[in-house]
């Protein structure tokens, strides 16, 4: 299994609407998330519009293209776009920002 945590941008004068949004998210999207593969997904939201998204998966790239290939996912996309208009016409799946892992407690433990 892979960590991976993302980065994207919401629009400051819209965090309350995303809040709203994710508080119910379309059960036929949640249903999607879970058959795909994604696993213990969580998002993180700050003041500023910074999101940051967490998720276990065996294979990041390949969860990203199977959730692609659904239905849902369009029209969860083209509804999410207003809130990144930063992303221009990307897609708000498109636009992630990936980052690295430095640290992992576990795994250095388990070398001591």
Known sequence: MTHVCFTLQV????????????????PDMLKALHETGWRDYRLFLRGDGL????????????????????????RWQAAMAEFFPALGQARPDEGMLVLDQ???LEEQLERL
Do not use: C
């Open 11 to 26: 629009d400051p004068a819209r965090l309350d609407a995303y809040r709203e949004v994710h508080a119910a998210v379309w």
């Open 51 to 74: 999101l940051v998204g967490t998720l276990v998966t065996d294979d990041f790239a390949a969860v990203q293209e199977a959730m692609a290939r659904t239905e849902v996912n369009g």
């Open 102 to 104: 430095v640290f992992h």
